[in-house]
């Protein structure tokens, strides 16, 4: 996991207007573990959540999703996607690019709830690219990237919860193997830092950390993306 500093605390109370000022457009979205409606949202389209079908009603495909939010997105954060591709080019040293069938990476919003003080957040393994034919270009499905941008933190910090569990260990065993091995693993908090971006594969296991101090004020805005290089050379940027 790397660290890396991306927008000024003003960049990112900027992009945060920009949220707020499009908050008709949020998305809610639904935690598998309760029935309970959280206040939980995103901007943009990430595609684990259509793939799972929990925009409620909506029946666009992924890439109609995309899209349709990318146009906008893009006019409306363009100044902020131009420095998240130019902080993560310069990181990977290697031309970075969106591509018009995939989404663009998108935000997380969660409002104040007393459930999420709680440990709510899936365990899993990003795997996301190995369902994604990223427009039939080649690409290196072993060495993909997550990233995260913290643009509002709970007051008492957030972060992302580790657990030394590698996906190919893990990838053919049910969920409650899986979920055996992640309770014996070595498990590592990462606090979040406002304006930083945070860089891991994915590959271990993770999870949204519960925010156990989180008060009604508090709000927890992130970005969200992931990519692969492809053979090309260049490195693919989506959620
Ligand atoms: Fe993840």
Redesign the pocket.
């Known amino acids: 996991m790397q660290e890396i500093p991306c927008l000024s605390f003003d960049e990112c109370q900027k992009v945060i207007n920009s949220i707020d000022k499009n908050q008709q457009k949020w998305l809610p979205i639904n935690f598998r573990e309760t029935q309970e409606k959280l206040p939980f949202f995103s901007l943009g389209v990430g595609i ?1 959540y259509i793939v799972t079908k929990r925009y409620g009603n909506q029946t666009l495909g992924y890439s109609d999703w995309a899209k349709h939010e990318n146009s906008w997105m893009l006019e409306e954060f363009g100044w902020f996607y131009d420095r998240v591709v130019s902080v993560l080019s310069h990181f990977l040293q290697a031309p970075v690019q969106f591509n018009s069938e995939l989404s663009i990476p998108g935000f997380h919003i969660f409002l104040y709830h007393h459930l999420f003080t709680q440990p709510l957040g899936i365990v ?3 795997r996301q690219h190995l369902d994604l034919g990223f427009s039939g270009k080649e690409a290196d499905l072993e060495n993909p990237i ?1 990233f995260t941008v913290s643009l509002e933190l709970p007051k008492s910090g957030s972060g ?1 919860d580790f657990w030394d569990v590698h996906f190919r260990e893990i990838e053919k065993v049910s969920q409650a193997d899986f979920i055996a091995a992640v309770k014996k693993a070595e498990h590592s908090y990462h606090p979040y830092s406002v304006g930083n971006m945070v860089i891991h594969s ?1 590959y271990h296991a ?3 950390a519960p925010v156990s101090q989180m008060q009604t004020s508090d709000r927890r805005i992130t970005m ?1 993306g ?1 990519g692969v290089k492809l053979h090309s050379g260049e490195w693919l940027v989506y959620w």
């Open positions: 684990t899993h393994c990003d997550s992302i994915g993770h999870r949204i969200q992931h």
